[in-house]
């Protein structure tokens, strides 16, 4: 079997692409008539002449935007509830999106539900695209028959994340702008300027000050150690990422560090508390049991410090124990946070707590980052007239004292 992408006319004039599965190109076309589709373009879908690099990228490997998720699960929301049938329904999407991506997991994911499978079990299929809260609240609407409101649910989260990432990089981007100057500044002056005085300087028996030696030092060990220092840090980097981004206890071991640092941890804290808050909300809400919310938490908090605490609590509670005194006993959630899951337990009104705490963080959020935000900038201002002050100081104390000396001697 392979398979085959296509353009198509149906009987109305409409242009439709998509994929499909054939043992040979005949059998495609076969598969074409028999849908009632008149073929414009049919060819192997691994084949180069199908689009360009670009192309085949977005399709394949690009990661799909927050934004283009969010538009594509409303157009979703909003026809499962008019009760369009779901091959019917990702038909439409896959002829609409304009996302590359989605476009061709519409057709996949349509193809899988006309086969037979379930469409939580076809989205899991791509869950570098639909995460596994995405996967696992489709499943639970599907369980409990209440999938439209489910959607509802999962679509008010997905866009409740992709808002505070977005305050987060916001947040973020003036330091690191700040940051990138700073580090150009440095590499020019040291690299290119500095050297250009420093042959005046010597030239002129100066007993040069500590900055101007320091930055002398620092050209030579930059221009005679410059490549080597860039191999050093493209193989950190590499070495960084490998064990960092990609195996459980390098992440694990960055997430903690991260949640130490000041200013930045108590933000990436406080987004952890609003998305486990919000998610076990929705999860508990829809049917799924406590259990499998917090194995759903393992994968979808964030940070790998804290799933690890879902982990504990979730040995805890299949001892008998409760959600609040597992979720007390470990360092990341805060006694408010605590005490709303212990009355919603007592109360038996679990969901609705965890709704007010979610909310309660979303505020918080907002109000630490602009806290963050205040506290770094003249931090940022500090550090960059330092530096500025620092080479301004180690090109003018030996001209001064050549001036000085130009002055004694006339």
Same mark, same amino acid.
């Given at each position: 079997?392979?398979?085959f992408?296509?353009?198509?006319?149906n009987?109305?004039?409409?242009?439709?692409?998509?994929?499909l599965t054939?043992?040979s190109?005949?059998?495609?076309?076969?598969?074409l008539?028999q849908?009632?589709?008149i073929p414009i373009?049919?060819?192997?879908?691994?084949d180069?002449?199908?689009?360009?690099?670009?192309?085949?990228?977005k399709?394949n490997?690009f990661?799909v935007?927050?934004?283009?998720?969010i538009?594509f699960t409303k157009q979703l929301v909003t026809m499962?509830?008019?009760?369009?049938?779901m091959?019917?329904?990702f038909?439409?999407?896959?002829?609409?999106t304009?996302q590359?991506?989605?476009?061709?997991?519409?057709?996949?994911?349509?193809e899988?539900?006309?086969?037979g499978m379930?469409l939580?079990?076809?989205t899991?299929?791509?869950?570098d695209v639909f995460?596994p809260?995405?996967c696992?609240?489709?499943?639970?609407?599907?369980t409990a028959?209440t999938?439209?409101?489910?959607l509802?649910?999962?679509?008010y989260?997905?866009?409740?994340?992709?808002?505070?990432k977005?305050e987060i990089?916001t947040a973020?981007?003036?330091p690191q702008?700040?940051?990138v100057v700073?580090?150009?500044a440095f590499?020019?002056m040291?690299?290119?300027?500095?050297?250009?005085?420093?042959?005046?300087?010597?030239?002129?028996?100066l007993?040069?000050p500590?900055p101007t030696?320091l930055?002398?030092s620092? $050209? /030579?060990?930059? @221009?005679t150690y410059?490549?080597? #220092?860039?191999?050093l !840090?493209?193989?950190?980097?590499?070495a960084?990422?490998?064990?960092?981004?990609k195996?459980?206890?390098?992440i694990?071991?960055?997430d903690?560090a991260l949640?130490k640092?000041?200013?930045?941890?108590?933000?990436l804290?406080?987004?952890?508390?609003s998305?486990?808050a919000?998610?076990?909300?929705?999860?508990?809400?829809?049917g799924v049991l406590?259990?499998d919310?917090l194995r759903?938490l393992?994968?979808t908090?964030?940070?790998?410090?804290?799933s690890?605490e879902f982990a504990?609590?979730?040995g805890?509670?299949?001892e008998?124990?409760g959600?609040a005194?597992?979720?007390g006993a470990s360092?990341?959630?805060p006694p408010?946070l605590?005490n709303?899951?212990?009355i919603?337990?007592e109360s038996?009104?679990l969901?609705e707590?965890?709704?007010?705490?979610?909310?309660h963080?979303d505020v918080?959020? $907002? /109000?630490t980052? @602009?806290?963050?935000?205040d506290? #770094?900038?003249p931090? !940022?201002i500090?550090s960059?007239?330092?530096?500025?002050?620092?080479?301004?100081l180690a090109?003018?104390?030996?001209?001064?004292?050549?001036?000085?000396?130009a002055?004694?001697?006339t």
């Amino acid at each position: 079997m392979a398979e085959f992408t296509y353009q198509a006319s149906n009987p109305a004039g409409k242009i439709k692409a998509g994929t499909l599965t054939a043992d040979s190109l005949e059998d495609a076309l076969a598969q074409l008539g028999q849908s009632d589709l008149i073929p414009i373009e049919l060819k192997p879908a691994g084949d180069h002449s199908s689009g360009g690099l670009i192309t085949r990228l977005k399709t394949n490997h690009f990661k799909v935007p927050p934004a283009e998720l969010i538009v594509f699960t409303k157009q979703l929301v909003t026809m499962v509830r008019v009760g369009i049938p779901m091959t019917q329904a990702f038909g439409i999407l896959e002829d609409q999106t304009t996302q590359p991506r989605l476009k061709k997991l519409a057709g996949l994911i349509k193809e899988d539900i006309e086969g037979g499978m379930s469409l939580s079990s076809a989205t899991a299929k791509h869950q570098d695209v639909f995460s596994p809260l995405f996967c696992s609240m489709i499943e639970a609407g599907e369980t409990a028959g209440t999938l439209p409101e489910v959607l509802d649910r999962l679509l008010y989260l997905i866009e409740h994340e992709a808002k505070v990432k977005a305050e987060i990089k916001t947040a973020m981007r003036y330091p690191q702008i700040v940051v990138v100057v700073l580090g150009a500044a440095f590499l020019v002056m040291v690299g290119f300027v500095i050297p250009r005085f420093s042959a005046f300087f010597e030239s002129a028996s100066l007993e040069l000050p500590a900055p101007t030696r320091l930055c002398m030092s620092m $050209s /030579y060990v930059l @221009k005679t150690y410059g490549l080597l #220092i860039l191999f050093l !840090l493209i193989i950190g980097g590499i070495a960084y990422h490998r064990y960092f981004n990609k195996t459980d206890k390098g992440i694990y071991l960055r997430d903690s560090a991260l949640l130490k640092i000041p200013l930045i941890g108590p933000v990436l804290i406080k987004a952890a508390m609003s998305r486990f808050a919000s998610i076990f909300a929705i999860l508990q809400s829809s049917g799924v049991l406590v259990l499998d919310a917090l194995r759903i938490l393992e994968k979808t908090v964030g940070n790998a410090a804290i799933s690890a605490e879902f982990a504990e609590i979730r040995g805890m509670l299949e001892e008998g124990h409760g959600i609040a005194g597992p979720l007390g006993a470990s360092p990341y959630f805060p006694p408010m946070l605590v005490n709303m899951v212990k009355i919603g337990e007592e109360s038996g009104r679990l969901d609705e707590m965890l709704q007010h705490v979610s909310e309660h963080y979303d505020v918080e959020i $907002s /109000y630490t980052i @602009k806290k963050m935000t205040d506290a #770094i900038g003249p931090i !940022l201002i500090v550090s960059l007239t330092g530096v500025v002050g620092f080479f301004a100081l180690a090109i003018y104390l030996p001209m001064w004292e050549l001036t000085q000396m130009a002055s004694k001697k006339t």
